[in-house]
């Protein structure tokens, strides 16, 4: 459904061609899982952001399966088009005649060995399985005549980079998403960047905020005194909240650098706390740094969310100075056996009520020793709901030093989303009151 | 790294080509966002999915940007490989005119208003809204002259389909996955199963593994009895264990049923109760079933995981009649107070031990009142390790009735890996006693 919101969203997401002023590239991704839908395409999403950082701008993508003549088609139809070309996929053991043969053969190039990497892996073998390479693998040797080998550090694959005397190239990567990451920042990168150097990038910076509508976000953000920001703004909604993307185009750096900067001044200005963190951050790190800085230990209760919020907290590493422990209390009886919550408190209000999450925040303070108590209690569906506490309707307390604060939601979604939000609004109270 | 396993698994990855005996298609998804990477299209993997089961094939994928005359040149020339293409996005209320618009133009058709539509969206707007439409919206109910209209239950911007003299068609469906999966469902994949006939489908079947390495299993399978199966198998590792997928191609529905059901007999006489479900199932689930029919309760004691193994069991909706709750301990005060585990035990062994486990399974059971305790202490990195533990070394214990099996596990990965699988390999422990 297309919301207002939505609406306003896509009207400030920027709809300008994605043919900048960088260089132009085509990218082909070589795979019948990938067309047959069994593999989603991470690669092509990580070559689009780290290209973009160098000014490098992917204008189409192709995906294609394990044929030779697809794969030699498309091939030759982009470097039509844009005369660089970047492939992943075809170059492991079994299929790695289809991309590297298909490719040389548009360039008119026979396939020869390469003697150094044959006696590389040879030696690697040997060493790691205790027996001689096997023959198909020799085929990992072939490259095709006058092509520059683009060293694999994280497996045994050579990547290719192929060109021909118009300056016309094509770079082939591997398929597996962490050779294909290491290949392109270990060795394509510098050759591109050493290549083209425009000097222009396309950078951005995503803030993160939690517990503010994007509706009330965009309508404080269009307000902004100081007119419009440079660069294009994106409002990525997700369950852990709105995400922020500033985006810059075709600058060089430190012009790209200091306009973001400046972005994210006055948008920390206008929006406030609501933005807790940059990029890819988690809440719960946050948090935990928060609570490091005041010496505060956290313990935790759970009843809907069964151990997510632990599981959340838990999940940054470092986490033991901070997160002392708690009790999952699904079944009323250990809300009163562990967390000492009243039977008759359950029965006058029932588990999803004020009075209980602040017993339950009180408790979980308590047996886990901690300066903080956080406990969320809720019905996240899909039964179990009544006309009063909807599915949806969750309790969050939390307790710092005894002193309790309690709030009920009333979320959204599936169960899956009920927990997740749950967890991360109970994260983002405790914030609110550290900051 | 190309390990011997991997190569296994590929050379049993289905190598022919992706054009079989069904009707061939191509998709063009379109988005700025997608090219940029800041979207991962998984549009394009559940339209493969989804049209395989009616016998079309994707053959080729294409992505490009919000520009329509990248969007009209991609559309033409899949019409001219294939004739019959489906393209997602570009529908919305600000960008709707690019691809509806692009796409008309290839056709040689004007754009019309559908005023059965604008009536409708006019209605609809100022019933959830209370105000008129805005005019941008009013372009989603332009619609290419000779156009069909695809309805969409799930959102206001309506699909298209068009279609020259000479049969050849493009089916355009939004970008925002729900919306498109509903259109699919809904209206496109009816009209194609009209249309097509072919009676042969593309079908797959999925079973999930767990505890039983990749090699071993491949071992096991290539030994089978009867020679190969019918169809291709692949192996897919994940942290959840190792996924068979078997495809038969180009069959009648219900020759491809018997090839399956054929083929997955065979795999569980082979693989035996290390298969525990088939295509999507949660190993939570599949426990918490046995769990409900030996009326078992199940109580936890999450060290290292923090929560996770709770998560993960009442994750699964109706969970609670069998999960009671349990303790995170993750602290070792939280495991003396809460589980009741000795001091002078974590003392003498560590907190990572057979006899710690041992206690805490115990405890678990015995705090939460329930037939069944599960409990996990392990290191899960990246610090904390040592010579004797390093990281990865995890202890499960499970205890049914007082009757306690510990077991030592060395896991690999990163911390969320250590942690995932330490859960799974704790579920797995209780599945393997209970069957």
Not at 239 to 255: Q, S
Request: proline share 4%; hydrophobic share 40%; glycine share 12%.
């Amino acid at each position: 459904m297309t919301t207002p919101d939505a609406r306003r969203t896509e009207a400030t997401l920027d709809r300008s061609s994605t043919h900048g002023g960088g260089t132009a590239v085509e990218v082909v991704t070589i795979g019948d899982e990938l067309l047959l839908g069994f593999t989603i395409d991470t690669n092509a999403a990580h070559l689009a952001r780290t290209l973009a950082g160098i000014g490098v701008q992917i204008v189409r993508r192709t995906t294609v399966g394990d044929a030779a003549s697809e794969i030699a088609r498309a091939v030759e139809q982009a470097l039509d088009r844009t005369g660089a070309v970047i492939t992943t996929g075809g170059l492991g053991p079994t299929s790695d005649d289809l991309t590297k043969q298909s490719i040389a053969t548009i360039f008119g190039r026979a396939m020869t060995i390469d003697a150094e990497h044959l006696a590389w892996m040879e030696e690697r073998w040997q060493k790691r399985f205790g027996r001689p390479l096997p023959a198909p693998n020799r085929h990992q040797a072939m490259v095709p005549e006058g092509a520059i080998k683009l060293q694999n550090n994280h497996g045994s694959a050579p990547g290719i980079w192929l060109e021909d005397d118009r300056g016309r190239w094509v770079a082939m990567l591997p398929g597996v998403p962490r050779e294909m990451r290491g290949m392109l920042a270990d060795t394509l990168l510098p050759r591109l960047v050493a290549r083209i150097d425009s000097g222009l990038v396309v950078q951005s910076r995503t803030l993160r905020t939690v517990g503010i509508a994007e509706s009330l976000l965009a309508a404080q953000i269009e307000a902004m005194p100081g007119g419009p920001l440079d660069g294009s703004l994106a409002y990525l909604p997700s369950i852990a909240g709105v995400d922020l993307r500033l985006t810059v185009r075709d600058l060089p750096a430190d012009e790209a650098r200091r306009q973001l900067d400046e972005g994210e001044r006055r948008l920390r200005e206008c929006v406030g706390t609501s933005i807790y963190g940059e990029d890819d951050t988690d809440l719960a790190a946050i948090v935990l740094d928060l609570c490091r800085a005041k010496e505060l230990t956290i313990g935790v209760a759970e009843s809907c969310t069964g151990g997510l919020l632990g599981a959340r907290l838990t999940a940054i590493p470092g986490s033991s100075d901070v997160v002392q422990g708690g009790v999952i209390a699904y079944a009323n009886e250990v809300k009163q056996n562990l967390l000492g919550v009243e039977q008759s408190l359950i029965e006058a209000h029932g588990a999803v009520s004020e009075e209980v999450v602040r017993a339950m925040a009180a408790g979980a303070r308590r047996v886990a020793k901690a300066r903080v108590g956080i406990a969320i209690t809720g019905v996240a569906g899909p039964g179990g709901g009544t006309a009063d506490k909807p599915v949806g309707t969750v309790w969050i307390g939390v307790d710092i030093d005894g002193e309790v604060v309690a709030r009920m939601f009333r979320l959204w979604g599936d169960r899956d989303e009920i927990r997740q939000r749950s967890a991360q609004w109970a994260m983002e109270m405790l914030r609110q009151r550290l900051i």
